[in-house]
């Protein structure tokens, strides 16, 4: 069965930079439309930014300029460079993608497993 398999995250003091990857456990899934989402304690999930298969991408106003959303389709990889992080930013960050199975029309919605962001003041 196919997953969203997350890297990256961890403590940075404010300031700081981290980066975050999201990629397919199997490779012949094919990640599509990827949308990176936040969820800080007692906060709803929001959308921080977005990137489709042919790098149209969108960003949440509290993250513009700050945080950049990239792919690498030959490895089938969407990173998340965050800089400049402050402690606003805390929170757990999930990857979701739109993937398609090679040599096949059907797409799944997959969810990552999610990964800390904490940013010490």
């Known amino acids: 069965q196919v997953e969203l398999v997350e890297s990256g995250g961890g403590l940075v003091q404010a300031g700081g930079s981290l980066s975050l990857s999201c990629t397919t456990s199997l490779s012949r899934y094919k990640l599509r439309t990827v949308d990176w989402y936040r969820q800080a304690p007692g906060k709803q999930r929001e959308v921080v930014a977005t990137?489709?298969?042919?790098?149209?991408?969108n960003y949440a106003d509290s993250v513009k300029g700050r945080f950049t959303v990239s792919r690498d389709n030959a490895e089938n990889t969407v990173l998340l460079q965050m800089n400049r992080l402050n402690p606003e930013d805390t929170a757990v960050y999930y990857c979701?993608?739109?993937?398609?199975?090679?040599?096949?029309?059907?797409?799944?919605?997959?969810w990552g497993q999610g990964t800390q962001v904490t940013v010490a003041s």
């Open positions: 979701k993608a739109q993937v398609i199975r090679m040599f096949s029309s059907s797409m799944l919605e997959l």
């Open positions: 990137i489709t298969r042919g790098g149209d991408i």
